[in-house]
C-alpha cells in the first residue's frame, strides 16, 4: 500500500523559479491536505481540499496556490519562490468528509530549499 | 480558535524511564484530541486520538494519554522509554468548523539516552 505519495522529495529552488509539488493518495480519501514544517512552529496548514473540486486556505496561504485534480492528486504551486519559503513540505489525506476525528495520514515531505 | 501548546521543545529521557510529554489546549467547544509521532525523515503517524467517551486512551507502541477537561490537557505518557521511541512528537486539537482542519503544537523532540 503506497498511502499517500510526494514527489519530488528533494528540490533547490532560485528565488523567482516556479515549481509545483505533487500529492497523490491511493485510499479513496475525500480530503487532502498541504502542511509546511519549520523548526520550532510545529506543522502549518497552507491550504485543504475537503473534497474534490473544493479548496479552502488555510492558516499561511501566501506565495502558494493548490489544485484539485481530482479525488487522488493534490498538487501546491510556488509561483515565484522566495526564502522564506524554505520548509518541509507535507500532503496529507484523511477520509473526513464532515467527520472532525478521521487521522490524518502523510507522505514523507518534500525538503525544499529556496536560494 | 483552537490552539495547542506543547512546553520544552527538547525532552532527554534515560532508556527505561517514564516518557511525559505535555499538552494543554484552547478550545471553545469540546475537542477532539490527537498525538501524533514523527521518526526521521517520514511524515507524521497517529499515535492515538480522543474523540468522546473514556478519557484514558491507549494507543500504539505503548503510550497513552489521559484527557482532563478540568486542566484541559491530554498529556502523553509512557511507563518505560525504549531506545526506538526517539522521535518528535506532536499534540493537535481538531477545527471546529470540521474538514479535519487541524491546530499543531509546536513538537517536542524525545531523545531517549542509553
Known amino acids: 500500500n503506497a498511502g499517500v505519495t510526494q514527489t519530488p522529495k528533494f528540490q533547490v529552488l532560485k528565488t523567482g523559479q516556479s515549481m509545483t509539488l505533487q500529492c497523490a493518495q491511493d485510499?479513496?480519501?475525500?480530503?487532502m491536505y498541504w502542511y509546511r514544517q519549520d523548526p520550532g512552529m510545529g506543522l502549518r496548514l497552507i491550504y485543504y481540499?475537503?473534497?474534490?473540486?473544493?479548496?479552502d486556505k488555510g492558516e499561511v496561504p501566501n506565495g502558494y496556490n493548490v489544485s484539485r485534480l481530482n479525488k487522488r492528486e493534490f498538487s501546491l504551486r510556488l509561483e515565484s519562490a522566495a526564502p522564506s519559503q524554505t520548509s518541509v513540505y507535507f500532503c496529507?489525506?484523511?477520509?473526513?468528509?464532515?467527520?472532525?476525528?478521521?487521522?490524518?495520514?502523510f507522505g514523507n515531505g518534500t525538503r525544499l530549499t529556496v536560494t | 480558535a483552537q490552539s495547542v501548546t506543547q512546553l520544552g521543545s527538547h525532552v532527554s529521557v534515560s532508556e527505561g524511564a517514564l516518557v511525559l510529554l505535555r499538552c494543554n489546549y484552547s478550545?471553545?467547544?469540546?475537542?477532539?484530541l490527537f498525538w501524533y509521532v514523527q521518526y526521521p525523515n517520514q511524515g507524521l503517524q497517529l499515535l492515538l486520538k480522543?474523540?468522546?467517551?473514556?478519557?484514558l486512551v491507549k494507543g500504539i507502541n505503548g503510550f497513552e494519554a489521559e484527557f482532563k477537561k478540568s486542566e484541559t490537557s491530554f498529556h502523553l505518557t509512557k511507563p518505560s522509554a525504549h531506545m526506538s521511541d526517539a522521535a518528535e512528537y506532536f499534540c493537535?486539537?481538531?477545527?471546529?468548523?470540521?474538514?479535519?482542519?487541524?491546530?499543531f503544537g509546536k513538537g517536542n523532540q524525545v531523545v531517549v539516552i542509553p
Open positions: 481540499s475537503a473534497s474534490e473540486g473544493t479548496t
Open positions: 493537535a486539537v481538531s477545527d471546529p468548523y470540521g474538514n479535519n482542519r487541524l491546530a
Open positions: 478550545s471553545s467547544v469540546p475537542p477532539y
Open positions: 496529507a489525506s484523511s477520509a473526513a468528509g464532515s467527520s472532525y476525528n478521521s487521522p490524518l495520514h
Open positions: 480522543y474523540t468522546t467517551g473514556a478519557t
Open positions: 485510499m479513496n480519501h475525500n480530503s
